[in-house]
């Protein structure tokens, strides 16, 4: 599924800034732009991140689902008989924009190669002549695109093969396995871009917790990231996951993925097998508030009723108190045989219990603080200004570290341009990264 732009389109071009893959068209500067009525949306490049919806004032991008049929036409045919073009392929780069910086080369640390890290490192390259050194402490380009987002949308994550790309312009160094302490203790940046995403778990507060699995453990093991284990049995027949976003939705899709679709979408042998071996049958997702509050797309809950079966159910209004699955505690058993006798499974405030042999929580998450940064540990994040961190110059933040665990990938590349804007125009001499 890809998205098509509808005749209510107001040509405003928001949308073309958040759109990861540059796949609506014709954006400012391009020829047509500002003399029709809509612009489009290439089908062919489209990763169906929905940053476009999200930004639109209008309501005029949707997933092409829940488009008029001739909308989806039109957009397919605006683009029909030219060449898909590379999203951000290199060879097409304009030189340098504006040079701020005097005195010589300029060295950028970029720490983290997830979006935000990649879109700030393109922006640097395309927007500066820094040199720019990337580091990621794993060894591959992409965060989360490749190690969170759920094996079956393919389509998502053909946007780390332009993630690869930029690490391959003559003034980029990239440094795959590499953590910014290492880097940063040897010192010689004028400036560090920290785009370390947010990868702990928010924690329900539960008893029993501890024995459940996250939804960052569960998605990192199923897309195979090196080290990721799964920290509990897989115990069927009935799974909770407690969460209403898109990522609790794709624990429940893979949860209830049969064998043969799992194979298709390339996941891992052993991952097959624990799945298969596990018993799951059926998936209880679990709100704490109403379905007109819930996080998650109105796309992803078709596509996740589409190919459930009527597997999975969602319940709302309910508060876990207390979780007596498979890897008992004694205080958890306490906890659930107060309450409504002794049982295996996820305990609710009005003592009703939900029995199920694995929970899993994907009720979101928030960074770690980073070494000599300040850190608002409320929000998650790094106090800063357009990215700039508060007190530390030379210091700067993109992405889930700057704004909180929220928002898909299109949104990383607003929020990395603006942190570059803002370092560029503050450089205007050596600043030591320590100062
Ligand atoms: C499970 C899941 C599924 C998602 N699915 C979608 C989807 O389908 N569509 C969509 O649009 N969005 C999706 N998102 C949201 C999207 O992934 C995020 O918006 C995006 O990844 C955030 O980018 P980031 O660069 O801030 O963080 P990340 O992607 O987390 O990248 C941070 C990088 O920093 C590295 N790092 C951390 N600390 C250090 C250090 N000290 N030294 C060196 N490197 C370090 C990490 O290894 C990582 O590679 C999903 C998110 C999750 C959690
Ligand atoms: S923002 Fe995302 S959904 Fe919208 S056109 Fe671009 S890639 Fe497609
Ligand atoms: S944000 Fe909406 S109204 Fe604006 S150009 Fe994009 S589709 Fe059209």
């Given amino acids: 599924m890809t998205f098509a732009i509808s005749g209510e389109c107001c040509s405003d071009a928001s949308c073309v800034a958040v759109c990861p893959m540059n796949s609506i068209h014709p954006s400012p500067g391009e020829a047509g732009f500002g003399t029709g009525v809509s ?15 999200d930004i639109c004032p209008v309501d005029a991008a949707k997933p092409a689902d829940r488009s008029a049929a001739e909308d989806v036409s039109r957009n397919a045919a605006y683009f029909a008989g030219s060449d898909p073009l590379a999203a951000m392929d290199l060879d097409t780069w304009e030189p340098p924009e504006y040079q701020v910086w005097g005195g010589g080369p300029r060295r950028v640390l970029v720490v983290g190669a ?12 395309l927007r500066t002549d820094a040199e720019v050194t990337l580091v990621d402490r794993l060894a591959e380009v992409g965060g989360l695109v490749r190690f969170g987002v759920a094996p079956d949308h393919p389509q998502t994550k053909q946007i780390i093969d332009t993630f690869e790309r930029i690490t391959r312009h003559p003034r980029a ?7 910014a302490e290492e880097l940063l203790g040897r010192g010689g940046f004028d400036a560090v871009v920290h785009a370390v995403g947010a990868r702990r778990s928010r924690r329900l507060g539960i008893v029993g917790e501890d024995s459940a699995c996250t939804a960052e453990d569960f998605v990192a093991w199923c897309n195979g990231r090196p080290g990721a284990v799964l920290p509990v049995e897989l115990n069927g027949p009935r799974v909770v996951v407690v969460g209403n976003g898109n990522v609790a939705l794709d624990v429940a899709r893979l949860l209830v993925s049969d064998d043969e679709r799992l194979r298709s979408m390339d996941v891992a042998a052993g991952v097959r097998r624990v799945l298969g071996a596990s018993g799951i049958r059926e998936v209880v997702l679990l709100g704490r508030r109403g379905p007109e509050d819930a996080a998650y797309t109105e796309s992803a809950l078709q596509e996740l009723q589409a190919m459930s079966g009527g597997r999975v159910t969602l319940k709302y209004h309910a508060t876990p108190v207390a979780w007596t699955g498979a890897d008992r505690t004694p205080s958890a058993d306490r906890a659930a045989s107060g309450a409504s006798g002794a049982g295996r499974g996820l305990l609710l405030d009005g003592g009703e219990l939900i029995s199920a042999g694995t929970l899993v929580t994907a009720i979101g998450f928030e960074g770690d603080p980073i070494d000599g940064l300040p850190f608002d540990s409320a929000r998650g994040t790094v106090p800063n200004v357009r990215g700039a961190v508060v007190g530390r110059p030379g210091h700067y933040v993109a992405g889930w570290i700057k704004r909180g665990a929220r928002g898909g990938i299109g949104v990383n590349k607003a929020c990395a341009q603006e942190t570059v804007q803002t370092l560029v125009s503050s450089s205007r001499g050596a600043v030591s990264p320590g100062s």
């Fill in 39 to 53: 612009l489009f949306i290439d089908p062919r490049t489209c990763i169906d991140c929905g940053a476009c919806a």
């Fill in 114 to 125: 997830g979006p935000a890290g990649m879109y700030a490192t393109r922006e640097l390259l």
């Fill in 173 to 179: 160094r990239w440094r795959p396995g590499t953590t």
